[in-house]
């Protein structure tokens, strides 16, 4: 009973952690099967079907921290005589994307086994491939081994070959960013604001055009977008009002949207993100009335960092989207 009370208590503390981070529920079901089960006298039945359930919290952008409990179903073997087979598990799960949403995945951890009249700890190991289906919803295909399940008789091994679903909740607005990797402070345009009509009492002769400088934008990926997402958040769309309304007032201006990743995975998996958001970000200045012709857009992946790829600060640093306003000229109205 102890020890099940202490594999409650480590759910309970990552459930509690759940407002630091982006939460994740799922569910699967496959086949299962048991190692070492029987002894050459033993009447066995070690083949079954499985179901299972999980929560976890993506701690960091390719780590996350999982629980579940797994219902192994219904075996006989030494010690058993049609007995059920269940666990509660807990394992960081790494991510290894590997191109555009389909991901690599492993887990290593542990897990409590109620293996028929007993009650054992075992290791846990699973490897499977993650296919994000859109913004919230992955697809999972899975394999897990649960080794050294002793029941005083054997030492069993608890296998499992599963396909899951999984929903993630978005991340909102208010959602803070981990402090270890802080929002980049955004440049701010230096805009030289000429009066649009000036009242004058007699013609003047018309002044020369002024120049505006060069505005630029930068968007990190931390505030900006949903988690290993292309998608816009709330923040993100604010941080873009500023440049919707220099192009609606001045319609000669035109912008350059690049986006840029780490060195995290594949460069082929880096260019096609760079370039989702970098199109996503033109695609929300086209919806708030910015011509499209006035816009060009292209993903640089890794190339350009504009810090080290070797620490997580520098990474955080490095996934950004960049809106440049090259310089134009513009002409001043006097009103008569």
Not at 163 to 180: C, E, K, M, Q
Not at 214 to 239: P, R
Not at 253 to 262: E, K, L
């Amino acid at each position: 009973m102890n020890k099940m009370i202490m594999a409650i208590s480590a759910t309970s503390l990552m459930v509690s952690a759940v407002v630091h981070a982006e939460v994740y529920v799922g569910g699967k079901v496959g086949k299962s099967w048991l190692d070492d089960s029987c002894r050459p006298t033993d009447v066995c039945d070690d083949d079954s079907s499985a179901v299972g359930a999980f929560l976890g919290y993506q701690a960091w952008e390719h780590v996350a921290l999982e629980a579940g409990y797994d219902h192994l179903g219904k075996f006989s073997g030494a010690g058993m005589n049609d007995d059920h087979v269940n666990a509660m598990t807990i394992a960081p799960k790494f991510d290894l994307p590997l191109y555009n949403n389909l991901n690599l995945y492993a887990k290593v951890g542990g897990a409590y086994v109620d293996y028929g009249p007993k009650n054992d700890w075992s290791y846990l190991a699973a490897a499977g491939l993650e296919l994000n289906a859109n913004d919230n919803v992955a697809v999972r295909l899975e394999y897990q081994t649960l080794t050294d399940i002793n029941n005083d008789i054997v030492r069993a091994e608890g296998n499992m070959a599963t396909l899951g679903i999984t929903y993630r909740f978005g991340r909102s607005a208010s959602t803070p960013v981990v402090a270890s990797q802080p929002r980049p402070a955004a440049v701010e345009p230096v805009v030289e604001e000429p009066a649009v009509v000036e009242e004058a009492p007699a013609p003047e002769p018309a002044p020369a055009e002024p120049v505006i400088k060069t505005v630029k934008k930068s968007l990190s990926s931390e505030s900006s977008f949903a988690l290993n997402s292309a998608k816009l958040s709330k923040q993100g769309i604010a941080d873009l009002q500023d440049v919707v309304e220099l192009m609606s007032r001045h319609s000669q201006a035109t912008a350059v949207v690049t986006g840029y990743t780490d060195s995290t995975g594949s460069k082929e998996y880096n260019q096609s993100l760079s370039l989702k958001r970098a199109q996503a970000v033109a695609d929300q200045l086209v919806s708030q009335g910015i011509d499209a012709d006035r816009i060009s857009v292209r993903g640089l992946g890794e190339s350009h960092p504009v810090a080290s790829n070797d620490t997580k600060e520098g990474r955080a640093k490095n996934r950004r989207v960049e809106v440049e306003v090259p310089t134009f000229t513009y002409q001043v109205v006097i009103k008569e």
